[in-house]
DNA sequence: GACGTATTGTTATGTCAATAAACAATTATC
DNA sequence: GATAATTGTTTATTGACATAACAATACGTC
């Protein structure tokens, strides 16, 4: 079930991405895509996809945010967090409480049932990054954790020339 | 222009996503959006996506290569392929040959001018990337692809048992 | 207080990359 | 030689976003 008839001297001995490997940009595609995959898995049970899971810590982070800000921190725009609001507030999770002093906006709050689903689904994300990375040993993955968010920074310094 | 009415006491003092800083998924999303959209930005005045980009250097890297088996390495599917393939050949960037022992299949070959584009891009990704992580040294650069490449096979690794 | 401007959340629509499903042509297998 | 599998392709669908417009509300200035 591999191959089979096709021209036997393509793919030989050496790696067929060579020449992609050498980019930390590649490596990091290849590594992340596994590792969302791995994650809506394991969110799935719990009735959480990758945004909504993100967006409920925030909101137990910062309990009656605005959807405004939570956008700036998510990173995407309101018209995003809306749909992702909704799903949480559906599944009764969150709630969008009404603002004294401004009745255009909400002010998120994470329900009890919330910071239940919350708990567990730390934790279940924890032992599936714990299992995920049983290959690297704790310095290993605060190392690589430390290079994660440097890189960005460095992306988002070296962005901010240009993105305007 | 930034915060003004808004609950105040939403995002005090500490990070707002102090929560999901602890999961390297969160970190690594981050530095992959980072990087692909300034990456992005890199190939366009050669014409390139990034899946364009990914495609030319497996070729490169594989000449006579066919689609089903790019498909493989660049982990999307044949239909995927065909229209990077298409596009790639719309630039006179690659060609699809004939194979003499397979009549449905092609045998994929980067033209001169092909070569040339892949001389241009791998030269400018460089660049980019030498720009983009000039706050990583060698050695932390050299860490950081070694962690991903670790990451990714250790997820691929897990991944063998739930993917079926 | 009244005016124009800005902001919040929302809806509707578009985009982009990728998948899924079906297909004709060809090849493999028994 | 009949049946199954494979290659590349087309078409439709998905998901996760962005864009653009909108009503309601708030702000800034006179």
Chains 1, 2 share one sequence.
Do not use: C
């Not at 050496?14 to 992340?32: E, H, P, S, V, W």
């Amino acid at each position: 079930m591999k191959e089979k008839a096709a021209p036997e001297k393509a793919v030989p001995p050496k790696q067929t991405d060579m020449l992609l490997r050498q980019f930390i940009g590649y490596n990091m595609k290849r590594a992340y895509l596994q590792i969302q995959d791995d994650m809506a898995e394991t969110l799935e049970p719990l009735g959480l996809r990758i945004g909504t899971f993100s967006a409920l810590a925030v909101i137990m982070a910062s309990p009656g945010i605005s959807q405004t800000q939570l956008s700036e921190v998510l990173n995407i725009k309101r018209s995003g967090v809306v749909v992702v609001v909704d799903d949480l507030e559906r599944a009764g999770a969150v709630q969008r409480t009404p603002v004294q002093t401004d009745r255009r906006a909400y002010a998120l709050q994470v329900t009890p049932a919330g910071k239940a689903l919350w708990a567990r689904a730390e934790q279940a994300v924890q032992a599936h990054e714990a299992a995920l990375f049983a290959d690297l040993d704790a310095d290993e993955r605060r190392a690589l954790q430390d290079l994660l968010v440097r890189a960005a920074r460095s992306g988002a310094k070296h962005r901010k020339g240009t993105d305007g």
